[in-house]
């Protein structure tokens, strides 16, 4: 469980955010929550096992991409039933003023059909949402 918290911790804070070179546009980036089972160790912003079915009490890492630089924005990833209940709302800090990516991890005991929603919490807003499932 170190071992996990020491990998979470490292990801927060050298991955947090890509740069924008003076050459990109926003165009190249797209409001999108992608979830995945790990973090590809050769390209840290690219998740591993991408999809929408998990085991419950694992890691589920997400890459939230926004179309809009986020501007050092910390990200909230809400967690709700398909009924509609909040399960979790997890605050995720940004380390970096600027960049259109973050990488992170939670997970989900219980399971179920869900919904997780990618929100910038600087102006409350909500970037996207990907339903999964839970095993």
């Known amino acids: 469980m170190k071992k996990l918290l020491f990998l979470v911790l490292i990801v927060l804070s050298v991955v947090s955010c890509s740069k924008k ?57 809400k967690i709700d039933e398909q009924s509609g209940t909040v399960v979790s709302s997890q605050d995720y800090p940004n380390s970096q003023s600027y960049g259109h990516i973050l990488l992170s991890m939670f997970t989900v005991t219980r399971a179920g059909n869900y919904t997780a929603t990618g929100i910038l919490v600087n102006g409350n807003k909500t970037i996207a949402s990907v339903n999964f499932v839970v095993n």
């Open 21 to 77: 070179s003076d050459s990109t546009t926003s165009s190249e980036y797209s409001n999108k929550l992608t979830l995945g089972t790990g973090v590809n160790p050769s390209n840290l912003f690219e998740l591993t096992g991408a999809g929408t079915t998990f085991t419950a009490s694992t890691p589920i890492w997400f890459r939230l991409e926004s179309a809009d630089d986020m501007g050092g924005s910390a990200v909230r990833i």
